[in-house]
């Protein structure tokens, strides 16, 4: 049983201050987590050798004052880790082992961090439900006949079930909202450029993003705090001064103003979901808070562009994956052209091979100003109005799912249709906002509701503000029971 | 109408950068297979480009030395396709906004001179090699990612010789700037030759000859390729878009392949490099290194009358030209004569650069101003020369040795008459024994000599005068 993991980081630090525990009894605890929780599938590969030789290294050391020392971690497996296998939940890296460490996983083990282990997604990040993992789904800690989500769902039902109290995930369109939504955790998409992507494998590099897991506000903030900065190795990283996300935790929110988009209010999102959206508004409401309802152009084409933006970014990121030089590849080929046809035939899962060549059409000759040009030219208008908006509003809330989370054996038969259910976080992509889920109830089946806290560029802080009042006041119980 | 040939000519130079364009990965490619490689460069999952601002700065010089626009903002591509040289399945170019636009190259053919279009200069990344070996073909990924800039030039070529002078002065023009070493033969500079032939308004279908080994060669496709075009189109056939390649014994153009219609390269911005803005400060800033190209240098030459054959030997000699540009104002024909010879022979006999000799740059100007003034003659510097490379002696106190070691014996014996005549007491003391005396003595001889003549010789000139004033 979970004893210590399931407690908040400054509880957990206080412990290992004391020398009441070690970082050695938390990795022990993480293991014991996993073999426990082993149906939930979410790890595909373990560290268990390194991360206890790396806890009984820091066992000997000072604890210091970082809240982050010692504490075991799970890492999505599209985040490169030198010498442990990184496999993006695919056929084609099933063997892989990188040769050097994402900017992410550095920051942690420099912050006295241990990872426990890569945990199970989307093949290459590329579903709502991670579903489409080689290695198989993951489950729901509340209900394992139901998805974590996705793509990073592995990452998301490792916290949800206490395994560890942290976990690093990826968000493209919706990747870390959408899973922290259906399991109820804290979950923290940060500004475009906030977090290096040196080291997480590709999808759709205009859009990816990495990001924090947590089971509360404040440890997803320190959790943020490390992962942030500059690297000259990412261009599109942000060359910004560090500040600390927790410093508005705890401060009123009187007077802040409130935003909320009518396209997330309207008739695609489930009745007992507005419900507790109109909850979350009274109580801001009450708290001196001004909530106003407000329109942002293009809500309702994100979907759209997404399949046109992220597909074709994605036909040339996944172009790499050829079997010459690393993963795998087919054996005896006659031809360099029939190594690639059934290296990436048999290498890739159905469903990254579907958005590969719709990317490569929506790229091909003309289209490439029809689709992509399009939907860059709407994708910056939709940017724009959102910084309109933010002239006027210091957070926008939404709800972050138009369902809570569905049953694993549910299954669609129409590839686009899943998209949709993406509507309401990919927006925040497009404009490369910060965008945060935090639960906000559960549904009658005992499912958790995510509310979606959306901030202007750079503004997380603002963002963990706002999500720590309500956290104290909807007084959520993050402890999944679990439904057989 | 007769049929006229039009060519363009496409050519990749490699940038002279310590790095690769887009990782940190040193660029040299001669060195051992695979051994200057990065995650980057083997496209690892996960790894993103960085921008090489020396690269940024080589392609913009040669931008703004081909006249052309400059794009102050500038967006990379990715223009996908598979082939084993090229680990990413795509490369990092230029196709919405090349640094340089609409530029030219004057060139001057026997008709006159003739400004030769470009149509654009890009910067891009080279590919890995492919060796191909018993039936293999192996990777050196060494030269993958390698800064390469592409020259387009508008078809506005029509013969051999323009051809040839074309990429001539282009290859002249990066080689001066220090741009790109410019070695066809090794491959830092490479050719690709579009012609096509038509007897009418409407140009005809055009082929492109990659990789053409020579300058000498990019004539040659010119010349066998548009023969060979209009023997088909004579014959009542049809050309067709290919790519061919330049068969040197044979003298003519192999087919590769045929171009598919409709090459899909599915062009797009490369979302991990935003746009690059250069600022009017870093132009001006470049613009300032530009170099003094050698036709301007040709120009100077002429008016200190160097002869069109030196002209040419300096030209081909950049360290020359550049170190003679650095003389200032003298007299260049002596300065390059000097250079070009004895000290060029020198150096060769020794098998030394003249940086590594005391031969200064100071030292070479005072030579020549005093080979111009003709305080000296081409037989003093021909005898100093060994002390100018070898002494920390200037060329004067090197003349003024010489000069005195060429005194005569009658000279001598006057001089010393002379001190002796000067210095009775001395000469006193010499008869009456003190030996000191005559050490005294020849001091003042050497003192009067400037210690350039042989002291055995006033020795002994010195001894018999002394005897001669005491009979």
């Known amino acids: ?484 | 109408m007769d049929y006229q040939t039009t060519v363009g000519i496409e050519i990749h130079c490699e940038l002279k950068t310590q790095s690769k364009m887009f990782s940190p990965s040193l660029n040299s490619y001669t060195d051992i297979a695979n051994t200057n490689i990065h995650e980057i460069d083997f496209a690892y999952p996960g790894v993103l480009p960085t921008i090489n601002k020396k690269g940024v700065e080589l392609a913009l010089k040669a931008a703004m030395l081909f006249h052309c626009e400059i794009n102050k903002t500038m967006f990379f591509d990715r223009k996908n396709y598979f082939y084993p040289d090229l680990p990413k399945g795509y490369q990092i170019t230029q196709s919405r906004t090349p640094i340089g636009i609409n530029g030219y190259i004057e060139i001057e053919t026997k008709e006159g001179p003739k400004k030769i279009r470009i149509h654009d200069i890009h910067i891009e990344e080279d590919t890995a090699k492919s060796i191909h070996h018993h039936e293999k073909t192996l990777l050196d990924f060494n030269r993958c990612g390698v800064p390469l800039i592409e020259i387009v030039s508008e078809a506005d070529i029509h013969t051999r010789e323009e051809a040839i002078l074309y990429v001539e002065k282009l290859r002249e023009i990066l080689f001066y700037a220090d741009i790109s070493d410019c070695k066809i033969e090794e491959g830092s500079m490479r050719c690709d030759v579009n012609v096509s032939v038509s007897n009418t308004e409407t140009l005809g279908v055009r082929t492109e000859t990659k990789n053409v080994g020579s300058i000498t060669h990019v004539g040659d496709v010119v010349e066998v390729e548009a023969k060979r075009q209009i023997e088909i189109l004579e014959t009542g056939n049809k050309i067709y878009e290919e790519t061919r390649r330049f068969d040197e014994a044979k003298q003519e153009t192999v087919l590769m392949r045929r171009k598919e219609t409709g090459n899909d390269y599915r062009y797009f911005p490369d979302g991990d490099i935003p746009p690059l803005v250069l600022t009017d400060e870093f132009i001006e800033n470049v613009r300032k290194t530009l170099p003094v190209l050698a036709d301007d240098r040709r120009k100077v030459y002429r008016e200190h009358g160097i002869s069109e054959g030196n002209i040419e030997k300096i030209i081909a000699n950049k360290k020359i030209s550049d170190y003679l540009l650095e003389l200032g104002n003298i007299d260049l024909k002596i300065a390059s004569n000097l250079l070009l010879g004895d000290i060029q022979a020198y150096l060769n006999k020794e098998n030394k650069n003249l940086e590594d000799t005391k031969f200064t740059k100071e030292k070479l100007i005072t030579v020549v101003s005093l080979l111009s003034t003709g305080k000296m003659n081409h037989k003093n510097f021909k005898d100093m020369l060994e002390n100018l490379f070898t002494t920390d002696e200037s060329p004067e106190k090197l003349l003024e040795k010489l000069s005195a070691s060429n005194i005569t014996d009658e000279a001598l014996v006057s001089m010393i008459q002379k001190i002796l005549g000067e210095n009775p007491e001395s000469v006193k003391d010499y008869q009456e024994g003190r030996d000191r005396a005559l050490k005294f003595l020849m001091g003042q001889v050497m003192k009067e000599t400037k210690g350039c003549v042989d002291a055995r010789r006033a020795n002994e000139i010195l001894q018999q005068e002394l005897k001669n004033t005491r009979s």
């Open chain 1, 1 to 484: 049983m979970s004893k210590y993991l399931s407690l908040s980081l400054k509880e957990i630090h206080e412990l290992l201050v004391n020398h009441t525990i070690t970082p050695v009894d938390l990795v022990q605890e993480a293991m014991d987590n996993i073999e426990e929780n082993k149906d939930l599938n979410a790890f595909i590969t373990l560290n268990k050798e390194d991360a206890l030789k790396r806890a009984e290294e820091l066992s000997k050391k000072e604890v210091g004052e970082s809240l982050l020392f010692g504490i075991p971690i799970a890492v999505k497996d599209n985040i490169c880790t030198k010498g442990l296998r990184t496999t993006c939940a695919s056929k084609m890296l099933e063997n892989f082992v990188p040769v050097y460490d994402a900017f992410v996983v550095t920051k942690l083990i420099d912050a006295g961090m241990i990872i426990i282990g890569k945990t199970n997604m989307d093949e290459f990040a590329m579903g709502s439900t991670s579903k489409t993992s080689y290695f198989g789904a993951p489950k729901n800690p509340w209900d394992k006949t139901r998805i974590a989500g996705g793509s990073s769902g592995g990452s998301a039902a490792s916290v949800a079930s206490s395994i560890v109290p942290l976990a690093l995930g990826s968000d493209t369109g919706g990747s870390i909202r959408q899973p922290a939504s259906y399991t109820g955790l804290v979950g923290m998409k940060p500004t475009y450029g906030r977090v290096s992507r040196y080291g997480l494998v590709a999808f759709a590099s205009s859009l990816d993003a990495i990001g924090p897991f947590s089971r509360n506000v404040y440890d997803n903030a320190v959790l943020l705090n490390t992962l942030v900065g500059y690297d000259e190795r990412d261009l599109t990283s942000s060359n910004r001064t560090p500040e600390d996300f927790t410093r508005l935790i705890g401060k009123d929110i009187r007077g802040m103003k409130i935003g909320v988009p009518n396209y997330f209010q309207s008739d695609i999102v489930a009745p007992e979901i507005l419900e507790r959206l109109e909850n979350v508004k009274q109580i801001l409401r009450q708290a001196g808070a001004i909530v106003s309802n407000v329109d942002v152009r293009h809500l309702e084409k994100a979907v759209m562009l997404y399949q046109i933006i992220a597909m074709g970014e994605a036909s040339s990121n996944l172009a790499r994956f050829d079997g010459v030089r690393y993963g795998f590849h087919v054996e005896d080929a006659k031809s360099a052209d029939d190594l690639y046809k059934r290296t990436r035939q048999l290498g890739f899962g159905a469903e990254v091979k579907r958005r590969i060549m719709v990317g490569s059409y929506i790229l091909s000759g003309e289209n490439a100003s029809i689709y992509y040009t399009k939907a860059l030219k709407i994708r910056k208008d939709m940017k724009k109005s959102f910084e309109e908006v933010f002239e006027q509003y210091d957070l926008l809330i939404g709800p972050t799912t138009t369902t809570t989370a569905y049953r694993l054996d549910e299954n669609t038969t129409d590839p686009s249709q899943t998209f949709l259910d993406d509507v309401l976080v990919i927006p925040v992509n497009m404009a490369g906002l910060p965008g945060a889920n935090i639960p906000m109830g559960l549904s009658s089946n005992r499912m958790p509701i995510g509310l979606h806290i959306i901030g202007n560029s750079f503004e997380e802080a603002k963002i963990y503000q706002l999500a720590s009042f309500l956290e104290k006041e909807l007084a959520f119980d993050f402890n999944p029971k679990g439904g057989e």
